[in-house]
Nanobody, 127 residues
């Protein structure tokens, strides 16, 4: 129902910052939740952050809380993930996704709670 395209990934030194963007096209709705996930080689895909389409509610994984900020620009149909104080363990492919169901809580952190996914953007944090 919605197409997602991530951008902004790259190589950054530990302690640096990076901003990821997720452009949504097709069906967009303020009733859906947007999420960011990441996956490192050999590891399960893990939740990073989520935001309601309205931008009113946000939720973060403990591992990124205080360092990452998720935001949304409704006019541009774009979700952002501002990543500061990056650590090597933040390395992975970052995916954005929309919730499978409308009005999903931002505290739903399972990949199975999300239905549409982007193709991912690589983030590499060098030590």
């Amino acid at each position: 129902q919605v197409q997602l395209v991530e951008s902004g990934g790259g190589l950054v030194q530990a302690g640096g910052s990076l901003r990821l963007s997720c452009a949504a096209s097709g069906r967009t709705s303020r009733s859906y939740t947007m999420g960011w996930f990441r996956q490192a080689p050999g590891k399960e895909r893990e939740f990073v952050a989520a935001i309601s389409w309205s931008g009113y509610s946000t939720y973060y994984a403990d591992s990124v809380k205080g360092r990452f900020t998720i935001s949304i620009d409704n006019a541009k149909n774009t979700v952002y993930l501002q990543m500061n104080s990056l650590k090597p363990e933040d390395t992975g492919v970052y995916y954005c996704a929309t919730s499978k169901y409308a009005r999903a809580a931002v505290t739903n952190t399972r990949p199975s709670d999300f239905g549409s996914w982007g193709q991912g953007t690589q983030v590499t944090v060098a030590s």
